[in-house]
């Protein structure tokens, strides 16, 4: 079984939707992360959290938002959804020491 | 501004070649990692070298950090194309608790 999962894998909604994507992780890490990775730009931070009670915004949160519901289950939540959050979407856990994340397999979402 | 510069951006070589990613920075790292992506996955960690000068072997692949921990170089020889995929490296700059900072790839295509 995957360490890292996502659903759904892919989604297609429109202009103006919310929309939810889930994380799950059996590795019991702490930490777990959120990128939107786009061709060409790479992976780039949306939100991060160390544990429950710890979220921190990373460099292109505008237009999402979390939820960190156990040590295990991370979401992100799109509220508005424009054509521009077209991406692949990543879920990482991540450990110390040194720091080392694990990637679950990404939602494809697509935003008409 | 990118923290972690990747270059080539792509590369495309016959079966057998040798080659070299590079990943630059005028910043110190205490850690950097290489990821493997392949189309439809999330990145899966390579290897993580810490020691300024390392030089770490995973078969057919040689990764070293620089001496001033602000750059890394990914070697392959003798490229199949099982080595087909996005290289990824990124670094922890120590300071940012939890935080990765990821370079934007090289995408490789190994023909048969």
């Known amino acids: 079984d995957a360490d890292v999962t996502q659903t759904p894998r892919n989604r297609i909604t429109k202009t103006g939707k919310r929309i939810m994507l889930e994380c799950s992780q059996t590795?019991?890490?702490?930490?777990m992360y959120w990128y939107r990775q786009d061709p060409g730009l790479g992976l780039r931070l949306i939100y991060y959290?160390?544990?429950?009670?710890?979220?921190n915004k990373g460099e292109i949160s505008d237009g999402y938002s979390v939820s960190r519901q156990a040590q295990a289950k991370f979401s992100l939540s799109l509220e508005s959804a424009i054509p521009n959050q077209t991406a692949l979407y990543f879920c990482?856990?991540?450990?110390?020491?040194?720091?080392?994340?694990?990637f679950g397999p990404g939602t494809r979402l697509l935003v008409l | 501004t990118q923290l972690l510069e990747q270059s080539p951006q792509f590369l495309s070589i016959q079966e057998g070649e040798n080659l070299t990613v590079y990943c630059n920075s005028s910043?110190?790292?205490?850690?950097l990692q290489w990821y493997r992506q392949e189309p439809g996955e999330g990145p899966v960690l390579l290897v993580t070298?810490?020691?300024?000068?390392e030089v770490k072997k995973l078969k057919r692949l040689t990764f070293q950090f620089g001496d001033a921990r602000k750059d890394s170089s990914l070697h392959i020889t003798a490229a199949q194309p099982g080595d087909t995929g996005l290289y990824l490296c990124?670094?922890?700059?120590?300071?940012?608790?939890?935080?990765?900072?990821f370079g934007r790839g090289t995408q490789l295509t190994v023909w048969p």
């Open positions: 910043s110190v790292f205490s850690s």
């Open positions: 990482a856990t991540g450990k110390e020491g040194p720091e080392t994340q694990y």
């Open positions: 990124a670094g922890d700059r120590g300071s940012t608790l939890g935080r990765l900072y």
């Open positions: 070298v810490v020691t300024g000068g």
């Open positions: 590795k019991g890490h702490d930490r």
């Open positions: 959290s160390f544990d429950v009670k710890d979220i």
